[in-house]
């Protein structure tokens, strides 16, 4: 209908003798207003030279007619506020009902394929919160590509290369000999933790004590690959408990083993974008926007991060992801331009890739920050915190903020199982549905598409959520293209709250089933039909966070 609509208002614009630009639709926050408004009748006064009112007037009598609507209301200074028929407004649920799990997907992408690439961890310790946030929205907006079309390819940069590596092999190191009763020490800069322990000792009981003292470039190597083989099946075993699943695991040491780095180097000197200054490798990065040049190959002749993501990312383009996705954190916000300007030198498009960076997370109790992390040293591990408050929690909150936001984790709220709780506000809103058609069976009534009629839902709250339910397909998409799962959260809970308030029709202490199973079969109908229509929408937008949708829950708040 809301296409419908947009396209009467531009033909009656048109008539007016101007163009007809870009007209707004809108849901009024005060459904007595309306089911759409629009104010283009006050951004057409000064191009007419005449008043809104009477422009929204003209407009209103070429709607006359219109298939759907019941009535058209000029209002204040100029706004046409448009109310739709009962039977259109409860049309969205045969729509809903007929689509089932696939309602709210769209072919928006086309089948084109793109890459999602996040976490990408160093192997060098336990995944960190920083980690989970990303995990999350990596997934959620892989997840929303998904549904609007998008062939998604989910990537995870292994980065098992570089000076990291080397500092921790030399910290395990120090850990075994220890262990052996030699007198070894960490430097200030090394690995902390216990998880480095458990490294040597486990390197210890397959290897044996046969390397004391012994600090050969070997030996170094050996307890590096042991530490990348076990870290990266603890972040993997970690990642597939959260629900998070990859494509592939590209490894930073191929673009080494492969001489994709040399490559990159020599391409990037055939530009003539290079330079030598102080036995380094530059690149003018400034050709292309950047604050400074780069450097890509140090005096040493070792290349800094930036040559291997170069590299890198000319693997993605050449495997055919035109279009790519970087989800990472803040912090490497300094990457964005050098990488952009190393790809554009080598001609690839402005603004490739697209980054997404999110802030980092905290996690609170009781107002006051904690670090419950032993193992780690230094910081909390997802791992622990999946724990303590289990998957659907921890995704959802790490999804319910934009990604720019820093992110408060409250555990007070995390492990609280009442409707203070979002994720268990929404799903108790599922589950309550599920217990209308539990009930339902156990009278002996059934409830089929064929015998409800939606235009019956005449209530208020029942027309509020109706138009809501509508609202999901277009909410999708829009949380696609922006990059923000945090938007499927906040309709989500806005959701939520109209159901339970239709739910409990302002009397927590009523037999809310009842009100749904009424005498009158027609009505009752079209109320299972809500309720499904609810349940529906409800299960699509938490599964597409990657979050359960019970249809049982042992705690109800309103017990």
């Not at 086309?110 to 690439?117: K, P, R």
Request: proline share 4%; with cysteine; aromatic share 8%.
């Amino acid at each position: 209908m809301q296409d419908a609509l947009l396209k009467a208002l531009e033909s009656a614009v048109s008539n007016l003798g101007v163009p007809a630009g870009e007209i707004r639709l809108e849901r009024p926050k005060d459904a007595d207003h309306g089911d759409f408004t629009t104010n283009v009748a006050m951004t057409l006064a000064r191009p007419l030279g005449r008043s809104p009112r009477d422009i929204a007037q003209d407009i209103r009598s070429a709607l006359d007619g219109v298939s759907g609507l019941s009535r058209v209301e000029v209002a204040g200074p100029g706004f046409l506020n448009f109310y739709l028929d009962a039977d259109t407004v409860g049309d969205v649920l045969r729509r809903i009902r007929k689509r089932g799990d696939e309602y709210g997907r769209s072919d928006v992408g086309h089948g084109a394929a793109i890459m999602v690439e996040f976490v990408s961890a160093n192997p060098t310790g336990p995944l960190h919160l920083g980690h989970g946030r990303q995990a999350a929205l990596g997934d959620g907006i892989a997840a929303l590509l998904e549904w609007t079309g998008w062939v998604v390819h989910r990537e995870f940069y292994f980065n098992d290369a570089g000076k990291q590596m080397e500092k921790l092999a030399h910290s395990i190191w120090v850990r075994y000999q220890q262990a052996l009763g030699e007198e070894a020490s960490l430097p200030d800069d090394a690995y902390q933790g216990a998880y480095i322990q458990e490294l040597a000792d486990s390197f210890r009981a397959e290897h044996g004590d046969g390397f004391r003292g012994d600090d050969s470039a070997e030996v170094l190597r050996k307890m590096e690959r042991h530490a990348v083989a076990v870290l990266r099946a603890e972040q993997v075993r970690d990642l597939e408990g959260f629900g998070v699943h990859f494509d592939e695991w590209f490894r930073e040491s191929s673009l080494y083993d492969d001489g994709r780095v040399d490559a990159t180097v020599e391409a990037l000197g055939a530009t003539g974008l290079t330079y030598e200054e102080d036995g380094a490798l530059w690149l003018k990065t400034t050709e292309f926007g950047d604050q400074k040049d780069r450097v890509m190959r140090k005096s040493d002749g070792s290349a800094t991060y930036f040559l291997p993501d170069v590299a890198y990312h000319l693997t993605k383009w050449e495997r055919g992801f035109t279009h790519v996705i970087n989800v990472q954190g803040s912090d490497h916000h300094g990457t964005v331009d050098r990488v952009r300007a190393g790809l554009q030198a080598l001609g690839k498009p402005p603004g490739y890739p697209e980054y997404v960076l999110h802030q980092m997370v905290t996690v609170e109790r009781g107002g006051q920050e904690v670090r419950f992390s032993k193992r780690a040293g230094s910081y909390a591990t997802m791992g622990e915190l999946v724990e303590q408050v289990g998957v659907d929690v921890a995704r959802y909150f790490f999804l319910m903020r934009r990604p720019e936001a820093h992110l408060s984790f409250d555990l007070d709220v995390a492990l609280d199982q009442s409707d203070k709780n979002p994720v268990y506000k929404v799903q108790y809103a599922h589950a309550r549905m599920c217990s209308i058609f539990a009930r339902a069976a156990e009278a002996g009534i059934l409830a089929t598409n064929a015998e409800a009629d939606p235009s019956l839902l005449t209530d208020g709250a029942e027309r509020e959520l109706l138009n809501q339910l509508a609202e999901f397909p277009e909410l999708v998409e829009r949380a696609a293209r922006d990059r923000a799962p945090h938007v499927v959260c906040d309709y989500l809970e806005r959701t939520a709250g109209m159901v339970n308030s239709w739910y409990h029709g302002g009397n927590p202490s009523r037999n809310p089933e009842l009100a749904v199973l009424v005498d009158d079969p027609a009505l009752r109908a079209a109320r299972l039909a809500l309720a499904d229509g609810i349940r529906i929408v409800l299960r699509n937008g938490l599964g597409l966070l990657g979050v359960s949708s019970p249809e049982r829950m042992d705690r109800r708040v309103d017990e």
